[in-house]
């Protein structure tokens, strides 16, 4: 079994599993995202100075990500939140895996090559 990475993008890679024989087992589409894993609002604010206030840190953040290539946002709400009129909003799972980053400091000479 093979494993490669290939660039499709600015923030994207696709990572493909091939067998022997070359023919793909499993694909992901691995994209680099900004995640907001959280938020308080005061409760010392109207609801418009509250908007007012989200939309400009979305549009500082949403800068943020287009100078860095990425081309999506993620934002965690907790599940008993009510949705905003107008939101566009997918539920999905998201599982969390720890990356060992101390792995990659002792071998500085091996490095992992995107293939265009």
């Excluded at 959280?38 to 418009?48: C, F, I, K, L, N």
């Excluded at 979305?58 to 009129?85: C, F, W, Y």
């Amino acid at each position: 079994m093979k494993t490669k990475l290939t660039n499709a993008g600015p923030s994207r890679v696709i990572a493909e599993a091939t067998d022997a024989q070359g023919i793909p087992i499993c694909r992901l589409f691995v994209e680099t995202v900004l995640l907001v894993s959280g938020y308080d609002v005061s409760q010392h604010v109207t609801p418009a100075e509250a908007k007012l206030a989200g939309d400009m840190l979305d549009a500082e953040i949403a800068t943020t990500a287009a100078l860095q290539g990425i081309s999506k946002v993620l934002v965690s709400i907790p599940l008993n939140q009510p949705q905003l009129q107008g939101e566009d909003c997918v539920k999905m799972r998201v599982y969390t895996r720890p990356v060992n980053t101390s792995a990659f400091s002792y071998a500085p000479s091996q490095s992992i090559q995107l293939l265009n």
